[in-house]
């Protein structure tokens, strides 16, 4: 069974800090990759996906991520964080035998200082 | 776009009572999802319907939970019974295309259930 990981359960930065959040799946087959967020008080929403082509996605908000299909991870990344940009993030995976299911990692607190 | 909405948005019942949570998902989408979320982890797939066809089901879902589309458009999920581990919070999303597309999900806000 496909399942996702997320290395860092709570982050904390300061703004204008860069920030990655780690994020590798278990499955070798093909999959679409997202990353979804949620902010204080709201329902969770697409931030990006990788479906196929350019394994360097961009989203919003600044945001990107990098499909590395060797090392099974679907990083996230923004170069310069805002106070704006504290939420829970949690990268999920679609795998092509699993259907319709998307799996969810345990989700990354993130609180940026201002 | 109105977005999917929940009724209600929180719950409290003792265990052993059944309960039933609605979904309305956006108008155009005919394909609709449930989750369970529950403190601290990330949602987990409990079934899936298109149109009013109930296609998938996780392990997950126990012969306690039971969910319905009857007409393609809004669903329920009851639970029968309910236990104390089934306290969670129970997201409903929904698309318009499959995710083996790369089709987003748009999700409510959830109902939180408390069993007591």
């Known amino acids: 069974a496909q399942s996702v990981s997320q290395h860092n359960h709570h982050v904390i930065l300061s703004e204008a800090a860069s920030l990655e959040l780690g994020c590798n799946y278990s499955y070798g087959g093909t999959v679409n990759l997202f990353w979804y967020v949620q902010y204080p008080g709201q329902h969770l929403q697409l931030l990006l996906k990788y479906f196929s082509g350019d394994p360097l996605v961009k989203g919003i908000k600044g945001f990107e991520a990098e499909f590395i299909k060797s090392k099974f991870s679907f990083n996230l990344r923004k170069p310069s964080v805002q106070w704006s940009d504290t939420a829970e993030y949690f990268c999920a995976v679609n795998a092509q035998n699993a259907g319709n299911m998307l799996t969810f990692g345990g989700g990354t607190r993130l609180m940026v200082k201002p | 776009d109105t977005g999917v909405s929940q009724d209600p948005r929180h719950k409290i019942t003792k265990r052993g009572q059944n309960v039933t949570f609605r979904c309305d998902p956006i108008s155009e989408h005919n394909r609709l999802y449930w989750y369970r979320q529950t403190l601290g982890q990330g949602p987990e797939f409990l079934t899936y319907?298109?149109?009013?066809?109930?296609?998938?089901k996780s392990r997950l879902l126990s012969d306690r939970f039971s969910a319905e589309r009857p007409k393609g458009s809004f669903s329920t999920l009851e639970i029968q019974r309910t236990e104390q581990g089934d306290s969670a919070m129970y997201l409903c999303?929904?698309?318009?295309?499959?995710?083996?597309?790369?089709?987003?999900?748009?999700f409510g806000s959830g109902t939180q259930l408390s069993v007591l």
């Open positions: 319907f298109q149109n009013e066809a109930q296609l998938e």
């Open positions: 999303a929904s698309s318009s295309q499959p995710l083996y597309r790369g089709e987003k999900l748009f």
